[in-house]
């Protein structure tokens, strides 16, 4: 016959976590999340409790419930039932067995009045200011990539996603409010090409194609920490190119700057100069011939650099499983906003742990 738990059984399994390594008990030890509530309570502005009713979570709670969303993948009603599935989870939280927890509508209104703020850039960047503050500069150069992120596949006709593409509402849309409420205008389909090496002989292979429908993350982060340090959103076919100056770290102590080819054009060649920055861009190679060895040599070299970044995008699409569920650029940019967000502060326990080390 199982007993009930006692007070002393949860505690004795709390410290069995503790021992184990619970990441979230380390984010709640180094991140003052009291630093977020200013910003929070103007985002989320609340009644004053004068008309009666249940009282509302308190504002950083369920900012920690999101990000607990974003450091797993989970959807609103998963979170909702692990919250109170996970002692872990709990702890972070600061709740008891016995006290209420934030059901899933009650996370999706708190992200919504987010989105409607614009207030999850200017929680990153608040973040960002105390990593600064204690020691986490911005420094050794930048790192520039983009990610795709998966949305919910849109099966539109080639009318229909013609008419997406020109910012108009496909025809007979309108007329069917409840399938315009489900239908994502604003994600769209890529096709990413793998680079496949030649074989050992020589010989050529196929590169393949795969298709991919949903949004990017552009983000840039500092060489010597891996921090992400800036970041911004767009659709999966935008250009990575086009968004380089949205995500540049002006305050970073080294002036030098990593990408892919993507990034390589007279405009942003011109950008960076003007700017101080050094461009450590890939060059392409030339159309029709073979590419200078010297060149192929310097791509290599910038390459060892520039992978770091794919650690970034492992991690987010890996343990945090990064996805869009939701519909919609605005909603999408909360989402992959508190994704980086999230990475930063888990990036935060890593640095810390090592620092402890040394």
């Known amino acids: 016959m199982v007993r009930q738990p006692g007070f002393f059984d949860v505690e004795e399994r709390l410290r069995e976590l503790s021992a184990k390594g619970d990441d979230l008990e380390r984010i709640a030890v180094l991140v003052d999340f009291s630093m977020f509530r200013a910003e929070l309570e103007q985002a989320v502005p609340r009644a004053d409790g004068t008309k009666g009713g249940r009282p509302a979570f308190d504002h950083v709670l369920m900012f920690k419930v ?8 989970l ?7 692990l919250i ?16 209420p927890v934030p059901d899933a509508n009650t996370i999706w209104a708190f992200r919504e009045a987010l989105k409607r703020a614009g207030a999850v850039e200017r929680l990153f960047a608040q973040f960002d200011a105390t990593l600064r ?6 420094m050794g150069g930048q790192i520039v990539d983009a990610t795709i992120v998966a949305a919910p596949k849109q099966r539109n006709t080639e009318a229909e996603r013609a008419a997406l ?9 309108a007329d069917k409010p409840a399938k315009l409420r489900q239908k994502d205008r604003d994600a769209r389909w890529t096709v990413k ?21 949903g949004y990017k993350n552009h983000v840039a982060i500092d060489r010597r920490h891996g921090l992400i340090r800036g970041w911004t959103a767009s659709h999966a076919a935008a250009h990575d190119g086009a968004r380089l100056a949205e995500v540049v770290d002006a305050d970073n102590a080294a002036g030098d700057l990593w990408a892919d080819t993507a990034c390589r054009s007279a405009k942003n060649e011109a950008w960076l100069a003007e700017h101080g920055l050094v461009s450590r861009i890939h060059r392409k190679k030339p159309p029709g011939r073979l590419m200078a060895a010297r060149t192929r040599r310097a791509n290599a070299r910038k390459s060892a650099v520039r992978s770091a970044v794919e650690h970034v995008f492992a991690r987010q699409k890996g343990p945090m499983a990064l996805v869009v ?24 326990v890593w640095l810390s742990s090592k620092a402890v080390q040394a």
Request: glycine content about 10%; aromatic content about 8%; some cysteine.
């Open 325 to 348: 569920r939701t519909i919609g650029i605005a909603r999408a940019r909360v989402k992959i906003g508190l994704a980086n967000l999230a990475y930063n502060m888990k990036r935060l």
């Open 165 to 173: 593409k020109a910012g108009d509402i496909p025809e007979g849309w």
């Open 66 to 73: 999101l990000l607990l969303q974003a450091m797993h993948g």
């Open 75 to 81: 959807s609103d009603e998963r979170c909702e039932y």
């Open 193 to 213: 090409f793998s680079k496949a090496k030649p074989r050992e002989d020589g010989a050529p292979q196929v590169d393949l194609a795969v298709p991919a429908s």
């Open 84 to 99: 109170k599935d996970r002692l872990s989870f709990m702890r972070f939280l600061g709740l008891g067995l016995a006290d």
């Open 133 to 138: 503050a204690a020691g986490y500069l911005a």
